[in-house]
């Protein structure tokens, strides 16, 4: 069974916090990805990376980073979260190509 | 500015009704078409997916059709179950390199009701 496992389903904030929000995958996959879910928006990527130490930034990069220092772990962080971060995260991982995608079970980020 | 449009939004039927949700695409550049299934509380996980050379693509209950000159494909399902009540979303992928570029539709909350 595919584990993409993020470390926490529910986060709530204060404004002006850096927030980490974290992602382990056990597959050995090259490429993992940050998205957000918003109603009516459906999913849009955040960040994504193919390698250790690699990045490239996907449709709505403002307001946050990643970080990809060993090949199963990939974090997002808001550097100062805002009530406009408030979200559903979702990480997911996929080996390129026609393969699937799998995701994680989401966190439900509240900047308040 | 959605590049895949998906309706409607949200969707109820009965048990034993045919739910159908249609997507539309502007980029021909895009590869494979998948659609996922995502249950609250849970992330979306892949449901069928098809490639634009075929039209149309079963799975169990599940069918997708696609219209290549239309930029249009759908999702149908047969003789639908409460269990079948989630949130589905197309998707188009442009494969670059040894990674995807996933594009999501708005997704459809699917309701069926016993």
């Known amino acids: 069974d595919v584990k993409v496992t993020q470390s926490s389903r529910y986060l709530v904030k204060r404004t002006g916090e850096k927030v980490f929000l974290e992602c382990v995958q056990d597959?050995?996959?090259?490429?993992m990805f940050w998205y957000r879910q918003d109603p009516g928006l459906g999913l849009r990527l955040i960040y994504f990376?193919?390698?250790?130490?690699?990045?490239e930034k996907g449709d709505i990069p403002e307001g946050y980073s990643v970080s990809r220092e060993k090949k199963e772990r990939f974090s997002l962080i808001l550097e100062s979260a805002s009530t406009n971060q408030t979200s559903m995260y979702l990480c997911a991982i996929d080996q390129g190509g026609d393969t699937e995608a799998f995701f994680g079970q989401g966190t439900r980020l509240t900047v308040v | 500015q959605q590049q895949v449009k998906q309706s409607p939004q949200s969707l109820i039927v009965q048990k034993g009704g045919i739910p159908i949700i249609n997507c539309a695409y502007e980029n021909t550049a895009f590869d494979y078409f998948p659609w996922y299934q995502q249950f609250p509380g849970k992330g979306p996980a892949l449901l069928i997916a098809?490639?634009?050379?075929?039209s149309e693509k079963k799975e169990g209950r599940f069918t997708i059709s696609f219209n290549k000159s239309a930029k249009q494909f759908s999702l149908h399902i047969m003789d639908s179950q409460p269990g079948d009540s989630a949130t589905y979303f197309c998707a188009a992928v442009v494969f670059s390199g040894g990674y995807n570029k996933l594009i999501f539709g708005a997704g459809t909350r699917l309701a069926v009701h016993p």
């Open positions: 597959m050995d996959h090259e490429n």
């Open positions: 098809i490639r634009p050379d075929v």
């Open positions: 990376s193919y390698d250790v130490k690699m990045k």
